[in-house]
């Protein structure tokens, strides 16, 4: 089976912009996770989605949203960049939901400027 | 406190030695339990899972629950210096709820 993919995998973005990225999950999974990744914070839960409806959310400010679609590929966006928003962006797929194994695509390193 | 602690390290071993890293987490009604590695400028790859208490082996890796204790180890024998990165321990409490991750520890295997 093919992995998880994400793209685009770098996006340089300036203060004030929005910005969207992709995930295509492992074919048959239908449980999308997305985590930011910093040095600092380490790895942060954004929100999962499972079959279109968002199941899970984290602590993120409104800013940061996503959606699922019906063939299970999932976007997130972030609204009104802040400085502190760089980070790796990570999404993970799974075939049963948040309990059980998650397989994490290589990511989209956002950069604010 | 963290929902799921690790030391950070480094934790330096010698090539063939056995490196054990540790995690301990905070709620008792946790079910899953994950190890994942990290290469530098790499995404997390999920290399075990545990969700009953003892030992699980999985070739030169050995996840350790208990519950009781509320820690997760994570063994690796004959350590080789491309087992060095960041291991990520995850937790989950069951019933669809979000995986927390702890902070990682950082493994250098010195040949």
């Known amino acids: 089976k093919a992995g998880v993919t994400q793209t685009p995998r770098y996006l340089i973005k300036t203060r004030g912009q929005q910005v969207t990225l992709s995930c295509s999950p492992i074919?048959?999974?239908?449980?999308v996770s997305w985590y930011q990744q910093t040095p600092g914070q380490g790895l942060q839960f954004l929100f999962e989605?499972?079959?279109?409806?968002?199941?899970n959310k984290g602590n993120f400010p409104g800013r940061f949203s996503g959606r699922q679609f019906s063939n299970s590929r999932s976007e997130m966006n972030v609204s009104t960049l802040e400085l502190g928003d760089s980070a790796l962006y990570l999404c993970?797929?799974?075939?049963?939901?948040?309990?059980?194994?998650?397989?994490f695509g290589p990511g989209t390193r956002l950069t604010v400027t | 406190q963290k929902e799921v602690e690790q030391n950070s390290g480094p934790l330096s071993v010698p090539e063939g030695a056995i490196a054990s890293l540790n995690c301990t987490y905070s709620?008792?009604?946790?079910?899953?339990f994950f190890w994942y590695r990290q290469y530098s400028g790499k995404s997390p790859e999920l290399i075990m899972s545990?969700?009953?208490?003892g030992d699980k082996e999985d070739g030169r890796f050995t996840a350790q629950l208990n519950k009781a204790s509320q820690y997760v180890s994570l063994l690796i024998r004959d350590s080789q210096p491309s087992d060095s990165a960041t291991y990520l321990c995850?937790?989950?409490?069951?019933?669809?709820?979000?995986?927390?991750f702890g902070t990682g520890t950082k493994l250098q295997v010195i040949p």
């Open positions: 993970a797929s799974s075939d049963t939901g948040g309990a059980y194994e998650q397989y």
């Open positions: 074919s048959g999974h239908r449980s």
């Open positions: 989605y499972f079959s279109e409806t968002q199941r």
């Open positions: 709620d008792r009604v946790s079910q899953s």
């Open positions: 545990i969700y009953s208490n």
């Open positions: 995850a937790v989950n409490k069951g019933g669809y709820q979000k995986v927390t």
